[in-house]
């Protein structure tokens, strides 16, 4: 069996931390942002870790075994 291609797309959105986390950006941070406080802004721009109903299928993306 060939070896598993990473998905170039998902490589540049999402990286993997040491202990094998994976760390996405969050959304709502593009435009429309006269409306949003200093506060939320500021909240969007911090990395969170992606949830674990999610793993899989990004994992699988990365091509990272389970």
Known sequence: MPKM????A???RFKVTPSG???RA???KNHILTKKTTKQKRGLTKMVTVCDADMG???NLLAIGK
């Not at 291609?5 to 170039?8: F, S, Y």
């Open 57 to 59: 299928l990004v994992k």
């Open 21 to 23: 986390k994976i760390k």
């Open 5 to 8: 291609k990473t998905n170039r």
């Open 10 to 12: 998902a490589a540049k």
């Open 26 to 28: 969050q959304a709502f």
